[in-house]
DNA sequence: AGTAAAATTTTACGCGCGTCAAAAAACTTT
DNA sequence: AAAGTTTTTTGACGCGCGTAAAATTTTACT
């Protein structure tokens, strides 16, 4: 009853490798190790004795047989799947973080598994319960921001090991890894009001990230210290097309000349786009060179901000330094067992980009 | 021993419903009803009676108990988990595409699982591996083109019920489900021809996608048509940077004055942007307006068209068309065991959009 | 060679659920 | 009310693997 195979029993005849392996037991069997060292093999190739290793590996060469992974995530406490979760995957910007992610995760033997909340707090809860039901061992996440439901992701958070990145929700999750947004607007207006007219910030009146509300809160100070007027140009609109507000914002304040000054600060590439566009289609030449009425610059690097016409100056995030950093805080939380004493926020700061537009 | 636990047994006396449940057993336990019944409501609610249902979501509302997934998915023989693979998830006409066929599958009661092979060759093998682990009912894969190891993907598709989209590859996977290249080539032939100069044709010399070569024949075929001559501009690059690759080439023909026509259409959207860019730093006006010297047109309508200076004058692809039919198609294909009888092809034609570029 | 330490094998149980067959119970029909 | 039909319950097995304890082998070391 359930006698352990041996090779002889197993063993394929002339066909020579051609056996369908079916579980561990017959790939134990095939390789002459038993299951349970298999196992282990499996969860640690080092934790075995190198002639063994070898063995199996001579084995996995011929049969090319993997673990089912249902049976071994039912069976270990902790899966190695991460969640990662960003706030709307049609933007560039994350799915570049993204893929960065992804990769240190692969490398560090996790299963990555990516997740995006299309811009609606209904599919970033239903992301959570995706989340529960495959028992990461951790998960990073780049939440919608105001639109959350704050309360849906504090009990996440409270159950499943999270690091935030991008956008912090004061309090949750046990780390929070990001952009420094006061580096970011620092550059832009000094390097702005060094080189022509002190800027105004062009931004939507009701920003769905909180990143917005650090930029603004940014400049008012900037331009303070500069002893310099601020003026702050809110703009309607809602939801993730930052593009066409951007636009229907930039007709609107050219068509009605309520530009105070000839720089314009959007408060971030993708709003910028839309503004330059608007530019473009009113006839307003914009850049720093003679014959342009108008300077525009930006925050985020946008994957696409290089090839607007004209292209656009902006402070670049550090994508390899916020990812990078995010990952590895997340190791760090799943080794300490999911929980940090404090919760710490990372704050990475920007590097200004010289384009065409200002 | 093992003997079923009554509800009384299992009362969690003044808590009222605070107790957690951790597998099926205590569930059917609290809800009054047997495992196998509740077993059987959970792989669908509408095969038991009507009084049982009821009893048993009554207890899901007080004890919030979702079965196991991996147990699930370890029992099951078919998964419902749905594989979709995309080629390069930065390009947000991927993230885009990616995101109404997710949405599908949901609606569907089906598990999607998202992949982007970020352009290399390596990683989408690495992909099918995963996807291999998961034990799919179905894949919907882009595959990169050209760069593809076609025999991996063959023996794949051999494997796992695989739909093809957006990139065919002949005679791999059920089934192919795509856009119509020659409608969007002649369309946008024919509007530039009856509007203006007849186009010369710009595009990579080493397309990394199939549809490249199938528009450069659609416009050689187009041009003959009516009679005209064509003319094929071969820029140099590789990879997926085809913004960059573009702007490049733009700057390349531009200052050499390679142009035989004032009218260019690009292979794609993202080309043309790069190509945009070009003409923007060279002070060539591009549009249909006076003081234009150039036309330039496209092929996609990507999320981002609409915001180049000036706006891209393209042909769109029937996102919804294409996913609908696809995820429809994989369904048919999994009720279907599948197998399909024969391979079919199915294109859906372009709507062309005009704007200011052309 | 002898002994302790480390690695491996045996043996056995458990995870949470799908699924089957037979028995019991619940509805339906006339 | 009896017979027939549908649904549920009972009891049991299996899926593929993690894991623990005890027995055994291998390796390292004095």
New interface residues.
Partial sequence: MARRLRVSEVSDGQMGGQKKIKNMEEFAAVSGISRPTVSKYFNDPDSVRRSTRERIETALERYDY?P????I??NRRLTKNIGIVVPY????FF??I??MIERLC?ESGY?P??F?S?GEPAIEN?NMD?L????PAGVLMAPLGRASDKSAIDAFCRNVPTVLFDSNIEGMGEAFVGSDNHSFVSQTVEYLNRTGEPPCFFEMRHPVNPNANKRRTAYLSMMEMLGLEPHVIKIEGSGWGF??IG?QGGLGVLEKKLLPTNTVLCSNDRLA??F??A???KGVRVGRGKGCSLRVASHDDH??S??????LTTAAHDYAAVSDHAVETLFRLIESGGRFDRRTESLFPARLIMR?SA
Avoid: M, V
């Fill in positions: 993997r089912n992974i249902y049976a995530n039912q995957l049609a933007d560039p799915a570049e993204a893929r692969i299963r598994i990516l995006s299309h239903e995706s529960r039901a495959i028992k593009e066409e636009r786009i839309g330059l566009s530019c473009c289609e994957p696409f290089r090839f607007t016409c004209p292209s065409q």
